[in-house]
C-alpha cells in the first residue's frame, strides 16, 4: 500500500480540469458520496481487485457481489442483501454514485457499454488514501468539491459566505449553485440542486470549523462531522452524560440506541490490516518496542485503550501499537487475559507510540498518523479535556501529560 501525502493529493487533483460547463457532468458528486460511504466503497474496490487479481474493467455489480462486500456493507449500513431482487436500486445509488465521483476526478476511468458503466482503475495511490480513514475521505471529498468549484467559477460565492456566514451569504450562494447545475447539467429542478448542494458545501464547511447548510437553510451551528456521515454516530454525545463514578463499559452497557456495532467492528479490524501492512513494509515486521521480548514477527496489533472499553478509538491507528505475540499475552495483557491490561506497559505502549507518530508526521512521504487523532485518542483514553489544549506538534507536552496519568502507577 502507497500512503499519500495532503500535497502529493493537490499535485493529483491539479493535473485535471473539472470544469462542469465543458464536462456538463452532473453526477461529479451525489447525495451517496459521504465520507463513511465513499471510505468503505474505495475499501471495497481494493479488496475485489486484490482477491480476484483484477486489473481491467470491472462493474458495480462486481463489487457489491464481491464475498467482502456482502460482509461488510450489509451489516454495517443495514442495508438489504445484495442478492435479494429489491436490492438493486439501493446498491445502484450506494456503489454508483461513489464510483461516478471517483470517475469523474480521474481515479477509476469509466467506459460504456450499451447501458452499463464498466470502470478500470486509474490510480490506486489516491483510492487507497481515501479506503484508510474517514478522516482520509473527508479530505479528499473538502479538497475535490473546492477545485470542481473553483474550476467551474463559481467557488468564489461560496468563499463569500464561508469567510463571512450570514443568511444573505448563504442564500446568494445556494441560488448561485442552482442556478449554475440547471444551466450546465442536466438537472433541470431545484429540489434536486439543494440535495447536492448539502454534500457539495458541509465537507467544505466542517473543515473550515464554520457554518452550512441544514434543512434547507443555513445551519445554526458550526457543522460537526456527525452531520457528514450516512452512519450518523456521535460517540461524545453519548458519554456526555455518563455519571463520574460508572465506568465506560458499564455506562455503554445501558445505552439502548448504541452506534453501528458493526462499522466499529469493520473500523477497528481494518485500521490493523492497514497498521500491520505498514509495520511489515515500512519498519521490517518488527515490533514497535524493542524489549526482551521483542525477537520475532510483530503480528499482533494491539488497542493501547481496550477496543471493548473504548470503542469509538477502537478504528484510530493512533491507537493501534505492532507487538510480537509474546509482548502481546505476556505484557500487554498479563497472563494471556485479554479483558486486562497492564498499565505500567500501557504507558510504554503510549511514549512509543508518541514518538513513532511525531517521526511519521515529521517525515515527507507515507504519513498515516495525525496528532489531531493522537490527541483525540488520549482525551478519550484518559477522559481529559487537557489534551485538547496542547499546541499542534508540541509532543514534548502530550509526553508530559501522559506520564502525569502513570503517577501512582
Keep these: 500500500m502507497n500512503w499519500l501525502t495532503e500535497n502529493e493529493l493537490l499535485e493529483f487533483l491539479g493535473q485535471y480540469n473539472y470544469d462542469i460547463r465543458k464536462s456538463h457532468n452532473a453526477r461529479w458528486i451525489d447525495q451517496k458520496c459521504t465520507p463513511d460511504v465513499i471510505c468503505i466503497i474505495a475499501d471495497c474496490i481494493l479488496e475485489f481487485i486484490k482477491s480476484h487479481s483484477i486489473q481491467e474493467n470491472f462493474t458495480s455489480l462486481d463489487i457489491w457481489h464481491d464475498e467482502y462486500t456482502i460482509e461488510n456493507v450489509e451489516s454495517i449500513f443495514k442495508k438489504p442483501n445484495p442478492n435479494e431482487k429489491k436490492a438493486k436500486n439501493e446498491y445502484d445509488k450506494f456503489f454508483q454514485q461513489p464510483m461516478e465521483m471517483f470517475a469523474n476526478a480521474g481515479i477509476l476511468i469509466k467506459t460504456k457499454r450499451k447501458n452499463r458503466n464498466y470502470y478500470k482503475l486509474q490510480n490506486k495511490k489516491v483510492l487507497e488514501y481515501i479506503s484508510v480513514r474517514e478522516m482520509n475521505a473527508l479530505k479528499f471529498i473538502e479538497l475535490y468539491n473546492i477545485k470542481v468549484l473553483s474550476d467551474s467559477g463559481i467557488y468564489i460565492y461560496f468563499e463569500e459566505f464561508l469567510n463571512k456566514p450570514t443568511s444573505s451569504s448563504y442564500e446568494r450562494m445556494k441560488k448561485e449553485f442552482g442556478d449554475f447545475t440547471i444551466n450546465n447539467t442536466p438537472i433541470n429542478g431545484m429540489t434536486e440542486c439543494n440535495r447536492i448542494f448539502t454534500k457539495v458545501l458541509n465537507p ?133 487475559n485479554t479483558r486486562k491490561i ?15 507518530i511525531e517521526k511519521n508526521i515529521k517525515c515527507d512521504n507515507d504519513v498515516i498518523y495525525s496528532f489531531d487523532s493522537f490527541v483525540y485518542v488520549l482525551s478519550v483514553g484518559f477522559d481529559s479535556d487537557e489534551y485538547e489544549k496542547v499546541e499542534n506538534m508540541n509532543f514534548i507536552e502530550l509526553i508530559r501529560l501522559i506520564n502525569m496519568e502513570y503517577i501512582t502507577v
Excluded at 458493526?262 to 479490524?269: F, G, H, M, P, V
Excluded at 497492564?342 to 513513532?356: E, H, P, R
Design 204 to 336: 467544505i464547511a466542517f473543515m473550515k470549523n464554520t457554518y452550512g447548510t441544514e434543512k434547507g437553510r443555513m445551519s445554526k451551528r458550526k457543522i460537526t462531522k456527525d452531520m457528514l456521515m450516512y452512519n450518523r454516530n456521535n460517540f461524545r454525545d453519548i458519554f456526555a452524560n455518563k455519571p463520574k463514578e460508572m465506568t465506560r463499559t458499564a455506562y455503554y452497557e445501558l445505552i439502548k440506541d448504541k452506534p453501528n456495532s458493526e462499522l466499529i467492528r469493520y473500523q477497528a479490524s481494518k485500521a490493523k490490516k492497514i497498521l500491520r501492512e505498514f509495520n511489515d513494509t515500512f519498519n521490517n515486521g518488527v515490533s514497535e518496542i524493542n524489549d526482551d521480548l521483542s525477537n520475532g514477527h510483530a503480528i499482533n496489533m494491539h488497542h493501547i485503550f481496550p477496543e471493548s472499553e473504548f470503542p469509538e478509538i477502537s478504528g484510530y491507528l493512533e491507537n493501534l501499537i505492532a507487538l510480537t505475540p509474546s509482548q502481546h499475552f505476556q505484557k500487554a495483557h498479563p497472563d494471556g
Design 342 to 356: 497492564d498499565k505500567g506497559f500501557q504507558q510504554i505502549c503510549l511514549l512509543v507510540k508518541a514518538g513513532n
